[in-house]
C-alpha cells in the first residue's frame, strides 16, 4: 500500500498544489487500494478508467487555486451522479443511470475533484449497520464480521480502509456521525439548509442533510467549505455568505461553555463510554472551555418521534418507485395495480418495506393526529430542549454512540435494538442544527470510540474548532492490519 | 397498540406492496413492538405544544415556472422499463 493514500485529504491537496504529486499518481494509488476491496464491500461501482482520464486532463491543465485540486473522491450512492449508475442500495435502482447530477457532487467538482466511485449504503439510507443493502453487507476494516454502522456504512469503511481521501454521506438520524463513530473517523451533520438536498435520493425530506466524512477535523473543514453553499433548486436550501471553514480553522477555545445533557447518561451503556465522556470533558476544560450541566428533558422522545416522522415522511417519498418511468419493474402481474404491487414487493428490501408501511399507517385515515401531529408536537419540544440549552451554553458534549460496533447478524432480528443505535444522534436531527463525531478512544476490544458535539443552527465553525482542539489533546490513533488484503 | 395480520393487509394495499403469509406474519409481529415502542409518547402532555412541520424560520421559496433544461425526452425515456417510440408502457388500463 502507497504511503500516499494514509495521508490526509489536506495534505494531499496541498502536495498537488506545490506540484510535488501529481494528480495521477494520487488518483492510482487510491485505485490500486480499491481493486482489493472484495472484501470490504465498499464500493457497489468503481470509476477507475474515468478517474485516471480525469487525473491526466487534470495534470495536462492544473488548476491549482480550487480547494481540491486534482482529487479523487468516492462519495455515498444516494447522490445522483450524471452518467453513472445511483443505486440508493436498492434493487429497485439497480439500473438506474441519472442524467443530472447532485448540487453536492457539483459542486465538490467545480472545486477540482472528479469521482472514484459510488460507495455502498443501506438501502434508501435505511439502517445502522449496513446490512440492509441489496449489493450486500458493508465490512468494517477494524475487524472482520463487524458492521461499519450505517446508512453510510461503505462511506466510513473506504475512508478509513484509505480507499478515498474523503467522502461524503447524508444523515437522517445518524447516518454520518454512527458509522464515523463506529470506523475512527470524522463526520459532520450541517444545519438543516446548509447543503443541497437536490439530486439525493430522497428517504426523509424534513430531516435528510448532506455531510463530509473525513480522516481528521481539518479536512473535514475543507470538504464542508467545498460543500455547503445556497442552491435555488432545493426550496429548503438557506440563503446565507459561504463561510471559509479551513482558514478559519483555530484550536482557541478559551472561555467556550460546553453543556454536558444527564439525559444521555443512559441505562446499560458500557463504563468505557462514560470514561470517554469524562475523558472528553476533561479536555475541553484543560483547553480553557467551562463545563456546564444541562438538561435535554425530552430526549428519550425523540427516537419514537423519529419513527413517526422519518418513516411517514419515506412513504411517500418512495410512493414514486412504481415500475412506470424508471427504476425495476415486475414482469408478474395482470394489471396496473397488480404490477405497480409486485414491483415494489420485489423491488424494495425488508427494512424498507416496515418503514413504508409504519408510514402509511401513521398517515391513514383516522390516525394522523394520533402519531403524525403528536410526533410533529415532540418534535417542537425536543427543539424547544435545545433553544433552552444554548441560552446558557456555545455546544454540548456527549458520546456518539451507545456502542461501539457490533458483529454483523448480532441486531438483525430485532429492528428496536437495532433503532437504539441513533439514540444519541436523532435528536439533533429533529432539531435541524449539526453536529460532528470525532475518534476519541478505544473500547476493550480495541474498536473506536467517538463523542459527539452538538452546535448552534449555522455555528459549524465553531464546532469545527472545538473538534479540533479536542482532536489535538486526544491524538487518536489508529492501526489495522488490513485484513481484507490477505 | 397490536397490529395484527389484517391491519397490515390494509396498509399494504393502501402502499400498493404485495405481501405473502409468512412476511404478513413478521410485519404484524414487528410492527406491533415498533408501536409499543412509539407510543411512549403518549406519556407526554402536548395539549398546548404546536406542531413543529420545518425547523426552517422563513416560509419555503418558490421560483419562476421557467423551462431550464427540455429537450431531454430521449435521456429521460433511456430509464424507463418498456417504452415504445416516444412513450412510457404500461399493462393496459382500459378494456
Not at chain 1, 454512540?401 to 437495532?418: C, L, N, Q, V, W
Amino acid at each position: 500500500m502507497s504511503e500516499l493514500t494514509k495521508k490526509s485529504l489536506t495534505e494531499i491537496a496541498n502536495l498537488i498544489k506545490k506540484k510535488e504529486i501529481k494528480s495521477e499518481e494520487v488518483t492510482q494509488s487510491f485505485i490500486k487500494n480499491i481493486e482489493k476491496d472484495k472484501k470490504l464491500n465498499s464500493f457497489i461501482t468503481k470509476c477507475s478508467e474515468s478517474a485516471l482520464k480525469k487525473a491526466k486532463d487534470f495534470d495536462k491543465k492544473p488548476k491549482l487555486d480550487n480547494l481540491l485540486p486534482g482529487i479523487p473522491i468516492a462519495v455515498k450512492d444516494l447522490f445522483c451522479t450524471s452518467g453513472v449508475k445511483t443505486t440508493a442500495g436498492s434493487k429497485m435502482l439497480e439500473n438506474f443511470i441519472p442524467n443530472y447530477e447532485s448540487t453536492i457532487t457539483n459542486n465538490l467538482w467545480n472545486e477540482g475533484a472528479f469521482l472514484l466511485g459510488k460507495l455502498n449504503c443501506d438501502e434508501y439510507a435505511m439502517g445502522s449497520s449496513n446490512e440492509t443493502s441489496y449489493f450486500g453487507n458493508v465490512m468494517n476494516p477494524i475487524a472482520e464480521n463487524t458492521v461499519p454502522g450505517g446508512s453510510s456504512g461503505g462511506s466510513a469503511s473506504a475512508l478509513a480502509a484509505d480507499l478515498t481521501p474523503a467522502t461524503i454521506g447524508t444523515d437522517t438520524g445518524g447516518s454520518i456521525r454512527q458509522p464515523a463513530s463506529f470506523t475512527g473517523t470524522v463526520g459532520l451533520k450541517p444545519t438543516y439548509g446548509l447543503c443541497s438536498r437536490w439530486g439525493i435520493v430522497a428517504f426523509a425530506s424534513s430531516l435528510d442533510q448532506a455531510g463530509p466524512m473525513t480522516r481528521n477535523v481539518e479536512d473535514c473543514a475543507l470538504m464542508l467549505e467545498a460543500m455547503a453553499g445556497f442552491d435555488e433548486k432545493d426550496s429548503t436550501s438557506i440563503n446565507k455568505k459561504k463561510e471559509n471553514y479551513s482558514k478559519n480553522l483555530t484550536d482557541k477555545i478559551k472561555g467556550l461553555k460546553i453543556g454536558i445533557p444527564k439525559e444521555y447518561r443512559v441505562e446499560g451503556m458500557p463504563k468505557e463510554i462514560d470514561k470517554l465522556w469524562e475523558n472528553g470533558k476533561k479536555i475541553l476544560k484543560d483547553s480553557g472551555a467551562e463545563i456546564v450541566d444541562i438538561s435535554l428533558p425530552n430526549t428519550k422522545y425523540a427516537l419514537p418521534a423519529y419513527y413517526i416522522v422519518a418513516p411517514a415522511e419515506a412513504s411517500s417519498n418512495l410512493a414514486r418507485y412504481d415500475g412506470v418511468k424508471y427504476g425495476f419493474r415486475s414482469s408478474k402481474g395482470n394489471n396496473l395495480i397488480e404490477m405497480y404491487e409486485n414491483t415494489r414487493s420485489e423491488g424494495f428490501g425488508d427494512e424498507v418495506k416496515r418503514r413504508i408501511l409504519i408510514g402509511t399507517y401513521v398517515l391513514s385515515s383516522g390516525y394522523y393526529d394520533a402519531y403524525y401531529l403528536k410526533a410533529q408536537k415532540v418534535r417542537q419540544l425536543i427543539k424547544n430542549d435545545f433553544d433552552q440549552a444554548f441560552k446558557k451554553v456555545d455546544t454540548i458534549l456527549t458520546p456518539s454512540t451507545p456502542s461501539s460496533a457490533f458483529k454483523i447478524g448480532e441486531k438483525k432480528d430485532d429492528p428496536i435494538s437495532m433503532y437504539l443505535n441513533d439514540i444519541f444522534t436523532v435528536p439533533v436531527n429533529l432539531a435541524g442544527i449539526p453536529a460532528i463525531s470525532i475518534p476519541a478512544g478505544h473500547d476493550n476490544n480495541k474498536f473506536p470510540l467517538g463523542l459527539q458535539l452538538i452546535g448552534k443552527p449555522l455555528d459549524e465553525q465553531k464546532l469545527l474548532n472545538i473538534a479540533f482542539a479536542a482532536e489535538k489533546k486526544i491524538n487518536f490513533k489508529q492501526t489495522l492490519n488490513r485484513w481484507w488484503e490477505k | 397498540m397490536s397490529i395484527d395480520k389484517d391491519k397490515i393487509k390494509h396498509i399494504s394495499k393502501l402502499a400498493r406492496i404485495s405481501l405473502d403469509a409468512k412476511k404478513t406474519d413478521t410485519l404484524a409481529k414487528d410492527l406491533s413492538s415498533i408501536f409499543k415502542f412509539i407510543e411512549q409518547l403518549n406519556e407526554l402532555n402536548t395539549d398546548k405544544t404546536e406542531p413543529l412541520s420545518s425547523i426552517l424560520n422563513e416560509p419555503l421559496r418558490s421560483r419562476g415556472d421557467v423551462v431550464n433544461d427540455g429537450k431531454i425526452r430521449e435521456k429521460i425515456l433511456e430509464n424507463s422499463p418498456q417504452k415504445n417510440e416516444e412513450f412510457f408502457v404500461v399493462p393496459k388500463v382500459i378494456e
